[in-house]
């Protein structure tokens, strides 16, 4: 909840913005956000006023409450974009057992798990590297940032979030290099200016969440606790600890036409639980927020997640080695520090100002055991980030009645720093042998930030349209290291964005969306010099690589109503896309015996030719009698090269569907259908992988029974019914099968209204 | 190598407890002589068998037009992994076995790390089967826990050959034995380039690059008159040898070639490869063998002498159940013989009973 205002051009969307809320919110987010914040939507919709402001509300409470939850301060999700949103409400309807789980029911989103432990979610065909991840407005991608999926979504703590916006489409924009396949804002969990206590000199309101889970005999709890002062200072504080186990599924899947079961995961004598499953992870956050005025205020925050014993599935065991053989990730934090500004100025320039200083570390011990040969393989790699940011807008100008316009602005810059060393270990004799490299090269250093503008116009009720800029400036160094034959890398690049976009008739049932895109992401330091074993086959560094640049097209349709729904197409070029290519074994750096042993080797190069993706995605959701809602979503994307061949890993045709029943005292109940067809169109690269079955991918649907009653508002309890068909199921690209018939169960205790 | 040897949790170089193992000094070896003399006259008036593929002599067989006929193996893809695992075993066999000095213990030190890097060879000893014996029941592998110790023969790699390895180099390291260990990890990595390439003969007929790694694993990718790895021993000994198991390889390509199918279909064309591979292979190993009894007979360096026992104290166990098929008798006298002490060998004995399980190649 904070009290920085979204600039004027939102603003204009204040009770526009109520109205657009109500909209995104009935038509992308979840169902219980509609049921709960939005009342009579049609007597809200009759409200709108095109040109509120801050002043139009009668106190800043009604500003806020309505203008809460819509918007990421400084980091503000334009609504003339393909997006939408998982509040709250719908994680404690859905009750995700991680980030990236929490984003599996929206559209255009697919979620891949190389590991029980991780998961990354491809937007619009692509994930990792082309996606961004931000917390509370501050990057999270960082030079270390590979190819294809990765496991850091998984570090943000579901329990923390308030909300998840995910924005489909480029946003290099607005937030720089990475944001060609679209970004994911996380909103973070915050001490509230708690209106019970208002007034009062203190308040102090404790919680607790337990939770189990049958499939992978997890069980875990947070306690946390918000603590308000003189209506000046708020704190919200936690801790959380997760215990989980082997992860049982369905069994093993099988290839689309072949029938021919992967060879990853490996299973237990059951033919049920997966090997290379399971870890513990505990979490703890500090947010505090101080404010003199209601306009302006100061924060604290501090998250660490830290994961321990998190095998790789594919890689525990690899597909042929022995049983006991295992990459296990022994160690995966991330600490983030930082402190924020926010507030709004009577001033030409800046009504509004949003300034953040961040630290982060990201930091990654892995573990290659090799019990019969008496050997563990073992790699540090820390990630040190340093991040300034200032956020801003004008006021908004009025030339006339019938039209206005705003400017956004911000710069931001971010410092990385690496360590990484790699090691072996002779178990038997206690012997280690230092490599002359890690994963990345020691004391790398990679500079990237940028400079942008946006600019937002409204032409009467009927138009609004949008056009911005970036100036991004971006610095790789690495020292070399003649024993491996890696080079040294100094490189620089300054590229330049842009995007425009227009929404037609924003205000009315049926409204047309256009935008052009053009996006991008510099290569960093894992494209430049990290060596590394991937499920394809191992990869080798290229020093040479140039950014890779995205155009997106893309044109949606929203209605509103009782039948909300929003249907988008969307056709991206790549141009220099960094992709995978194979290489001969002399092609191989020295001092890696790896790289020629391995059955594949890549490297990663600049395509000669454009790639595309192309697709489809539609949401549709409706109101219906007696406490029901349903909603369901679809997306479909394409992806081929210059030369007709797939593009890697792009998710099959796949959607939800979720109804939900609720009544007044207090009963909830659900079901929700998640569904996927085959994939087969492969690219090379998904071929020589064993996470995908030999001929392709199998389509599943899988169905949860959710049941949830809230006996008072300091008491909840929620149980689902996971795959009640037990249903064996994999999401493409995926080293890991769903879970398999199991509950899950989730008591809140404490004030559950916060939620 | 771009190595740096320190303690485990310590990679930044706080010690190198290298120095302190790498003890010994620089003694040159009396290496006791490996004569190609040691063969049999019989292998030299063999021919080949009607069914075999003979690529070097143009219309001498009865094998289809096939892309082995200009006598060189075109592989199937263009790279083959196994390449660099023969050539580690080289790297190692220089280190250890091939050293003209005693190995020190760093020599030991920097074969392991080589063995043992990763997917390197020591990877696939882990996982490497013996096709000559039957399978675990469907659905079972030697990499499931519990098979290996279920089927040690099948399961050779991880039951026998790993353990071996293991033993050999945590001695070694230890400064107990360099000669002998070092010829115990020759053996046993010998046995496994030998299995290995039969597995991969085996199953190209599901995975056609297999059978490049074959191919790879005799001799490395190379042609017929260059060999590295157990293509150069056996060629150092026998070239009559070695060009049959060459002859085999390039039928085991001219079947694929002829059964391009992703999953072959004409299995009897590949029985006749691989019978072509065995019957060739097995007589060279049998040679390598004998080479070495003949060698210990005539050893005059009671340390190398033993040395050269200790390969056989790996081999012989491991070619009882195939000796077995010709003849229960040799095989019991070579076992015996191996068991024994070094004074105790009969020299005449042996050879007899390797003789009479002599096959042509």
């Given at each position: 909840m904070n009290v920085f205002r979204p600039p004027d051009n939102v603003?204009?969307?204040?009770?526009?913005?109520?109205?657009?809320?109500?909209?995104?919110?009935?038509?992308?987010?979840?169902?219980?956000?509609?049921?709960?914040?939005?009342?009579d939507e049609n007597a809200v919709e009759n409200d709108v006023d095109l040109f509120a402001d801050v002043e139009d509300f009668e106190s800043y409470e009604e500003f806020e409450s309505i203008v809460v939850g819509s918007e990421i301060p400084g980091a503000a999700l334009s609504p003339i974009r393909a997006r939408s949103s998982v509040t709250r409400d719908d994680m404690d309807i859905r009750r995700p057992g991680s980030a990236p789980d929490a984003v599996r029911y929206e559209p255009g989103v697919f979620v891949q798990q190389t590991a029980h432990s991780q998961g990354s979610a491809y937007l619009r065909g692509v994930t990792g590297q082309q996606t961004l991840l931000l917390f509370d407005g501050i990057r999270l991608n960082n030079s270390t940032y590979r190819q294809g999926p990765n496991q850091y979504f998984f570090t943000l703590d579901s329990a923390t979030i308030d909300r998840i916006e995910v924005m489909r489409g480029g946003g290099s924009t607005r937030f720089g290099s990475d944001a060609m396949g679209g970004v994911l804002l996380v909103r973070p969990l915050e001490p509230v200016w708690n209106p019970v206590v208002e007034g009062r000199p203190f308040a102090w309101d404790p919680e607790m969440t337990l939770s189990m889970a049958t499939a992978d005999r997890s069980y875990g709890g947070r306690m946390a606790s918000q603590l308000t002062l003189l209506d000046s200072v708020a704190v919200y504080g936690g801790v959380g600890y997760r215990d989980v186990d082997q992860l049982r599924s369905g069994g093993p899947i099988r290839g689309v036409q072949t029938e021919e079961a992967p060879l990853v995961p490996r299973f237990a004598p059951d033919g049920r639980t997966q090997l290379g499953t399971g870890f513990d992870e505990w979490t703890a956050d500090f947010?505090?927020?101080?404010?003199?005025?209601?306009?302006?205020?100061?924060?604290?925050?501090?998250?660490?997640?830290r994961q321990m014993d998190a095998p790789r599935t594919d890689q525990c065991p690899a597909a042929h080695a022995p049983f006991d053989h295992c990459l296990m990730y022994d160690e995966q934090f991330r600490n983030l520090v930082y402190v924020a500004h926010e507030g709004e100025y009577r001033n030409p320039l800046f009504r509004g100002l949003r300034t953040t200083l961040s630290f982060q570390q990201q930091h990654e011990r892995r573990s290659l055991h090799r019990p019969g040969a008496?050997?563990?393989?073992?790699?540090?790699?820390?990630?040190?980030?340093?991040?300034?940011?200032?956020?801003?807008?004008?006021?908004?100008?009025?030339?006339?009645?019938?039209?206005?316009?705003?400017?956004?602005?911000?710069?931001?810059?971010?410092?990385?720093?690496?360590?990484?060393?790699?090691?072996?270990?002779?178990?038997?004799?206690?012997?280690?042998?230092?490599?002359?490299?890690?994963?990345?090269?020691?004391?790398?250093?990679?500079?990237?930030?940028?400079?942008?503008?946006?600019?937002?116009?409204?032409?009467?009720?009927?138009?609004?349209?949008?056009?911005?800029?970036?100036?991004?400036?971006?610095?790789?160094?690495?020292?070399?290291d003649p024993e491996s034959g890696t080079s040294p890398v100094h490189r620089r690049w300054f590229p330049g964005v842009w995007n425009i976009g227009m929404e037609l008739a924003p205000q009315r049932p049926v409204s047309l969306i256009l935008n052009v895109d053009r996006s991008f992401r510099a290569p960093n330091l894992d494209d430049l010099t990290s060596r590394q074993q991937t499920g394809p086959g191992f990869q080798f560094e290229n020093a040479k690589l140039d950014a890779e640049r995205s155009m997106t097209v893309e044109a949606g349709l929203r209605t509103s109503g009782v039948i909300r729904a929003e249907l988008w197409g969307f056709l991206s070029f790549i141009e220099d896309a960094i992709v995978r290519s194979p290489h001969d074994v002399q092609d191989c750096p020295p001092g890696t015996p790896q790289c020629q042993t391995s059955w594949n080797r890549f490297q990663l190069v600049n395509a000669d030719s454009r790639s595309q993706i192309r697709g489809v995605e539609g949401v549709l959701q409706t109101l219906l009698p007696w406490g029901f809602d349903a909603r369901s979503t679809i997306t479909w994307t394409f992806g081929e090269d210059g030369d007709g061949h797939p593009i890697s890993r792009i998710p099959p045709l796949n959607g939800t569907m979720e109804l939900l029943w609720r009544h007044s005292i207090g009963l909830s109940s659900g079901a929700a259908l998640r569904w996927a067809g085959p994939q087969t169109r492969l690219a090379l690269a998904d071929v020589a992988d064993e996470r995908i079955p030999t001929g392709g991918t199998p389509g599943f649907a899988v169905l949860d029974i959710r049941l949830g009653y809230r006996a008072t508002s300091d008491l909840r309890a929620t149980l689902i019914l996971e795959n009640l068909l037990g249903t064996a199921y994999r999401y493409h690209g995926s080293s890991v099968n769903g879970a398999g018939r199991g509950i899950r169960f989730v008591v809140d205790i404490g004030p559950v209204w916060r939620r | 190598m771009g190595l740096a040897a320190c303690r485990e949790e310590a990679p930044a170089g706080e010690g190198n407890i290298g120095d302190e193992l790498d003890t010994s000094g620089s003694i040159e070896r009396n290496r006791c002589p490996l004569e190609t003399a040691a063969l049999t006259a019989d292998i030299e008036e063999c021919s080949p068998n009607?069914?075999?593929?003979?690529?070097?002599?143009?219309?001498?067989?009865?094998?289809?037009?096939?892309?082995?006929?200009?006598?060189?193996?075109?592989?199937?893809?263009?790279?083959?992994?196994?390449?660099?695992?023969?050539?580690a075993y080289d790297a190692i066999g220089a280190l250890l076995w091939n050293n003209p000095m005693v190995p020190t213990i760093s020599d030991f030190l920097e074969a392991r790390i080589l063995l043992d890097s990763s997917e390197g060879l020591g990877s696939r000893v882990d996982r490497r089967y013996d096709v000559f014996f039957e399978p675990p029941s469907a659905g079972a592998s030697c990499g499931d826990e519990g098979i290996p110790a279920q089927y040690p023969d099948y399961c050779v790699g991880p039951s026998l050959l790993r353990p071996w390895i293991n033993e050999a180099f945590s001695q070694a390291l230890s400064g107990e034995g360099l000669l002998q260990n070092a010829a115990r990890i020759h053996a046993a990595l010998q046995w496994f380039m030998m299995i290995s390439v039969l597995k991969e003969a085996t199953t190209c007929a599901v995975t056609p690059r297999d059978c490049d790694s074959a191919w790879a694993y005799y001799a490395g990718g190379t042609q017929r008159d260059t060999p590295i790895g157990l293509g150069a021993e056996i060629r150092n000994m026998s070239r009559q040898v070695h060009d049959r198991v060459v002859d085999g390889l390039l039928a085991l390509r001219c079947w694929r070639d002829l059964d391009s199918a992703n999953t072959a279909m004409n299995l009897d064309l590949q029985r006749l490869a691989t019978s072509q591979i065995e019957n060739a292979l097995y007589p060279g190993m049998m040679l390598l063998i004998r080479q070495r009894f003949v060698a210990l007979a005539r050893c005059g360096d009671e340390t190398e002498a033993e040395a050269i026992l200790e390969e056989l104290r790996v081999l012989v166990p491991l070619w009882d159940s195939r000796i077995r098929i010709w003849s229960d008798e040799s095989a019991e006298t070579l076992l015996a013989q191996v068991g024994g002490e070094l004074a105790e060998i009969d020299p005449i004995a042996v050879l007899d009973a390797l003789d009479s399980v002599m096959s042509c190649p």
């Open positions: 603003g204009i969307h204040v009770k526009t913005g109520f109205c657009c809320f109500l909209v995104m919110a009935g038509l992308l987010s979840g169902i219980a956000t509609v049921r709960s914040d939005t009342g947010v505090l927020r101080y404010r003199k005025t209601r306009t302006r205020e100061w924060k604290l925050a501090l998250y660490t997640y008496y050997v563990r393989d073992t790699g540090i790699d820390d990630v040190y980030t340093l991040g300034v940011t200032v956020t801003g807008y004008t006021p908004r100008i009025e030339l006339g009645s019938q039209f206005a316009y705003q400017f956004e602005y911000g710069v931001d810059t971010y410092a990385d720093r690496l360590r990484s060393d790699a090691w072996t270990t002779f178990t038997d004799i206690g012997y280690t042998v230092e490599r002359s490299r890690g994963q990345y090269l020691n004391q790398s250093s990679y500079l990237y930030g940028g400079a942008f503008t946006e600019a937002t116009m409204n032409w009467t009720r009927w138009i609004t349209g949008r056009v911005g800029g970036r100036f991004s400036w971006i610095g790789a160094d690495a020292p070399g | 009607p069914t075999d593929y003979l690529p070097e002599t143009p219309g001498a067989d009865t094998w289809p037009a096939c892309i082995s006929d200009d006598n060189q193996y075109h592989r199937i893809e263009d790279n083959v992994s196994s390449i660099a695992r023969v050539e």
